[in-house]
Each structure stands twice: as structure tokens, then as C-alpha cells.
């Protein structure tokens, strides 16, 4: 079964430290990988995919995302975190059945940035 | 910039009515979809819609229903109401006339935080 795992309910970073948000999945074939935020009370917003080369994605608000194959992972990163990034993450994985294309979303992740 | 808009942020409706939930997008996109927002459980798809006037059930359809009469417009139907469906909607579109539409990334509706009482 195709499935998108988000092992952390929370993560808490001081302004200004790296963060990290961890996404692992499990599909057929290649992989093609979404970050979303949410900010609250808003719908999602995207912020970056993987489909295929360069294994460091880079996206909007100066996140970043590594796909590692060997490892099925896709973490989200930013080198500085901003009080204004605390919100709710989502990684997303393209279904591999058929071709609707639809997106599996893990569960969510808590962002909280602490000033 | 995608704009995609639903009829009510906030919906407030009794257990047995019936209730339709609207969405609009601006860019010409060809696929629309429904998902339910719940905590701990991320988003699950409910319907899609890939052109005018088709759909296809996605993981949790029951107790739903859909209308894609114009390409701009994508409703969601809760024939009979249910305590069980108090939860947050979100509509999205997405392009997907041209390769492959599992690569396009998908534009999400502000939502409307349903209660059913």
C-alpha cells in the first residue's frame, strides 16, 4: 500500500536554528513528493515538490527539501527558522495507480518556533 | 496567481440536511477535488474530477456526492447530514491537460470548517 509518514506530531526550534520536519514514504515505482504549509485557519499553500534530478529542491520562504531514494525520505529544511513559520506541515506523495494523480498526505506536522 | 474559492469559511447545519458545498477556481484547470481535513488523520480525498461533468470516488466517498457541470465549478453534497461529517473541507484544482498530472502540484481552496449538530 502506497503511504506517507510523518513520525513527528511536533517540533519546537528557537528562532534562528535549523529546523528539520521529517517525511518518509512508501510507493511503487518513482516517487513524486509535495511539501505543503497551512497556516491556521487558511488552506494549504504549496511550497515545493521532487519529481525528478536534483536531490536538494529548493522552494518558496527559503525552505528546502532533500529526496533521498535509499532512505525513502523527503525532510524538509530551512537553515534559519522564523517565528512567522510556525504552522502545520504536510508531505504528500503522487499515487503511483492509475494516473489521477491524486495525493496521499501524511498526518501532519506542528511546527512551533519559539522567539 | 490560482485562486480557488469556497462558498463558506464557517457552516453550520442540523443532522439530516442536506448540504452543498461550492468551489470555484480561477486558472482553466482541468481536475478539481474534494478532500475532509481531520486531526491526526491528515487530508483524504472524497471525490475527483478530472473533467466537465466526470468523477471518480476517491478512499472515502460514502455519504457524498458531487456535480462538475462547468469546468470552473466543483460542488460537494452531503445528501443527509451526520454528526460523523463535522470536519474541514478543502476544494483544489490542479492543470492536467498536458504529460503527466501526477507531477502539477495542486491549488487549495481557503476551506470550510463544516459542524454538524
Known amino acids: 500500500a502506497q503511504s506517507v509518514a510523518q513520525p513527528e506530531d511536533q517540533v519546537n526550534v528557537a528562532e534562528g536554528n535549523p529546523l528539520t520536519v521529517k517525511c518518509t514514504y512508501s510507493?511503487?515505482?518513482?516517487?513524486?513528493l509535495f511539501w505543503y504549509v497551512q497556516y491556521p485557519n487558511r488552506g494549504l499553500q504549496f511550497l515545493l515538490k521532487y519529481i525528478t534530478g536534483d536531490n536538494l529542491v529548493k522552494g518558496s520562504y527559503g525552505f528546502e527539501a532533500e529526496f533521498n531514494k535509499s532512505q525513502t525520505s523527503f525532510h524538509l529544511k530551512k537553515p534559519s527558522a522564523l517565528v512567522s513559520d510556525s504552522a502545520l506541515y504536510f508531505c504528500?506523495?503522487?499515487?503511483?495507480?492509475?494516473?489521477?494523480?491524486?495525493?496521499?498526505f501524511g498526518q501532519g506536522t506542528t511546527l512551533q518556533v519559539k522567539p | 496567481d490560482v485562486k480557488v474559492t469556497q462558498s463558506s469559511r464557517y457552516l453550520v447545519k442540523r443532522t439530516g440536511e442536506k448540504v452543498f458545498l461550492e468551489c470555484v477556481q480561477d486558472?482553466?484547470?482541468?481536475?478539481m477535488f474534494w478532500y475532509r481535513q481531520d486531526p491526526g488523520l491528515g487530508l483524504r480525498l472524497i471525490y475527483f474530477s478530472y473533467d466537465v461533468k466526470m468523477k471518480e470516488k476517491g478512499d472515502i466517498p460514502e455519504g457524498y456526492s458531487v456535480s462538475r457541470e462547468k469546468k470552473e465549478r466543483f460542488s460537494l453534497i452531503l445528501e443527509s447530514a451526520s454528526t460523523n461529517q463535522t470536519s474541514m473541507y478543502l476544494c483544489a484544482s490542479r492543470s492536467g491537460l498536458a504529460g503527466d498530472r501526477r507531477t502539477y502540484e495542486q491549488y487549495f481552496g481557503p476551506g470550510t470548517r463544516l459542524t454538524v449538530t
Open positions: 486558472m482553466d484547470h482541468e481536475n
Open positions: 510507493v511503487s515505482g518513482n516517487p513524486y
Open positions: 504528500a506523495v503522487s499515487s503511483t495507480s492509475g494516473n489521477t494523480g491524486k495525493l496521499i
